[in-house]
């Protein structure tokens, strides 16, 4: 009897090692593409310049609680791809203080000196022009990140026309009194950091974007670092 429930056991224990093994592979690949033919989106991400959030809330800030752990993966439909790389920046403040407006598409995300272009003060835009029109899937910006601060009157509009005439529809809006003028927004306001902030554009269709601000608790001028529009031509 020994040696037969000796077999067994050794048998058993190996198939125990098999599925103990197995299963979170299959359970991982199940995660990154779901039914509905969407599948994680890959994001580039810089290094980071600092660590951790501060915990304090200064003083006429709108802040959102923090987030604990790492940011969810985002699910976009497949075929998904950045599309703002390299593309047209126009902004409200054509003569930047310091850096060249078309930092916010050069694929330059990080945090150095040199890698930010720096809008004159209060309420400023960038805009990008994607040349053609898509659904929108994804926006995911960096205004600075070299230090931890807040923007205010974040807001992140898309449009047919480069003149946001025709068509214009919020994306996301934190700019609780309106004191951008372009609306009450019910979203919060939030601590830069290396992962961005990254706002799920739900397939909007249109080919510019613009993103507005209004200073930060630093000064009062506006940052960009890089901004990534990441969707699928439009059918
Ligand atoms: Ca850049
Ligand atoms: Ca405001």
Redesign the pocket.
């Known amino acids: 009897m020994r040696p037969g429930r000796t077999v067994t056991s050794i048998v058993g224990f190996a198939a125990a090692v098999f599925l103990t093994t197995a299963r979170p592979a299959i359970a991982q690949e199940k995660s990154s593409e779901d039914k509905k033919g969407k599948a994680v989106l890959k994001l580039k991400l810089p290094r980071p310049a600092f660590k951790g959030t501060p915990k304090h809330v200064p003083p006429g800030t709108n802040l959102e609680k923090p987030r604990k752990g790492p940011r969810p993966k985002f699910m976009a439909p497949k075929g998904t791809k950045l599309l703002s790389h390299g593309m047209p920046v126009k902004a409200s403040d054509d003569d930047p203080i310091i850096g060249e407006i078309g930092?916010?598409?050069?694929?330059?995300?990080?945090a150095n000196e040199g890698?930010?272009?720096e809008l004159g003060p209060g309420v400023q835009w960038v805009q990008i022009d994607l040349k053609k029109k898509h659904a929108i899937h994804a926006v995911l910006i960096?205004h600075y990140h070299a230090s931890a601060r807040i923007y205010h009157d974040v807001v992140v509009q898309v449009a047919d026309d480069a003149d946001f005439i025709s068509n214009v529809r919020t994306v996301y809006n934190n700019d609780h009194d309106n004191s951008a003028g372009l609306g009450l927004g019910e979203a919060k306001e939030y601590w830069e950091t290396y992962e961005g902030r990254l706002l799920d554009a739900k397939g909007v269709v249109a080919r510019y974007v613009r993103l507005t601000s209004n200073g930060s608790t630093a000064d009062d001028q506006n940052h960009?670092?890089?901004v990534d529009v990441y969707g699928i031509p439009a059918r």
Do not use: I, N
């Open positions: 930092f916010v598409t050069d694929g330059d995300r990080e890698s930010y272009v960096w960009y670092t890089e």
